[in-house]
């Protein structure tokens, strides 16, 4: 198969809708399809992240506007 075909072939059907609803669905296909940066992380990495919004959940984060203060930024 060749890909650059098969995705010509792709672009010329979805030129000939005329359904905007069938657009739309086709455009939620692909927004739900994209890749998500969280699935590069490492395992540990993803546990460390988790554990942040945990954190950030009971309260314990430091708001942004402090830490620029802080680093005068």
């Known amino acids: ?5 098969e995705k010509l072939k792709l672009v010329q059907a979805v030129l000939n809708i005329n359904d905007i609803n069938l657009i739309k669905e086709i455009e939620d296909l692909l927004i739900s399809r994209e890749h998500d940066w969280f699935d590069d992380l490492s395992e ?4 460390s992240v988790l554990t942040g919004l945990e954190q950030l959940e009971r309260g314990e984060g430091i708001p ?6 802080r680093f005068g930024l």
């Open 44 to 47: 540990d990495q993803q546990q």
């Open 64 to 69: 942004h506007s402090v830490v620029a203060a």
């Open 1 to 5: 198969m060749n890909i650059q075909a």
